[in-house]
């Protein structure tokens, strides 16, 4: 069917996620879309109190209508920090501030706590997307003006996307994370083996040091996840929170506690055990031959631990399940010398007045040739002793 080349539509904006029934706006998703722009786990954002007014994250999702059917839909919050983003503006911000501009609140198009890439305007099938997502553009454009704030995010989003908003104005950003990729690797050692030397040596000696000291790993997917087992991995969430001096305690116990009814088909569960003993865990979500990492914590820590369960046992469940891809999540550079190479992230910037924009521009302009050089250095210099191809973060 060819897609619908002009529309009739209709904008409404909905301050929360529940005012559109869950079958409307789970239609829009693709197989590919990441499992963060689901209604549920958007629902269990806002239900437990996680994402909402009171921790900088008021939704006001962007919802479009042709005659009644919805057609498109963007993800958005009004927020009045630049927290839990991971599209650093501070600076932005600061600078602001001191040519006498109000930077908050402003506009995040985008999933909360979340430094995944993915599709941000949402488009039904049968229909223009290119179309849609202009429109969706230019009505955030027009809710940054009629309500006076300084700017739009949208944050990690598809290259589409970025392009489509260039064109209406928004400044382009580039930034990178390291993704593991699947080469059809038969197991881990066969993963290792493609690894240099010294890398494959190291990694060796990290694995060894578990069963050093007592500690077996056990992976659950989904319904293999007793449902016991989510007020742990909430513990082992706040255990992170509790040893940074800048963590911020988002997720509530009830996020677990919904992700467990109403998310589980998604979540897959590293725990480390000392006999019966739980001492490590992390949250991954996967879906459509994709493994996300998200919230790690350990309640003893041991050597080689965090290694261990963040990247090890998620890569070898990779592998045995044919999974493509491994997004553990922002920074490290230690991932890469883990075989995780660097993948380039976007995300588009409206910016409200002109001369904050025009020195942003200028930032971001020497910003993007330093990430593309970096990127470039660190397939270059890949820990694989034939460089794999690029991480194609599109199709997330």
Partial sequence: MAARTSINPEIVIIDRIADVPREEWNALLTDDDSPFVDWDWLFAMEESGSAVRKTGWKPCHVTIRDNQRLIGACPLYLKSNSMGEFVFDHGWAEGAERAGLSYYPKLMAGVPFTPHTGRRLLTAAGTNRSAIIATLGRALIALCSENQLSSVHVNFCAEDEAEALAEIGFLGRLGYQYHWQNQSFASFDDYLLQLKHKRRAAIRHERAALNEQ???????HADEIPDDMFRPMFELYRSTIDKLYWGRQYLTPKFFELARQIFKRHITFVGAWRGSELVAGTFNLQKAGVMYGRYWGCFQDLRFLHFNVCYYASIEHCI?????????????EYKWLRGFNPALTR??????????????????DRERREVEAWIALGNDKSQFRQPPPPSNVEQA
Avoid: C, D, M, N
Wanted: aromatic fraction near 8%.
């Fill in 347 to 364: 995300s588009a910037h409206y910016i409200a007045h002109g001369g904050l924009r025009e020195a942003i521009a200028r930032f971001l």
């Fill in 214 to 220: 007592g500690v077996t790993i056990r992976i659950q």
């Fill in 320 to 332: 045995a399940h044919g999974l493509k891809r491994f997004e553990p999540g922002a920074g490290g």
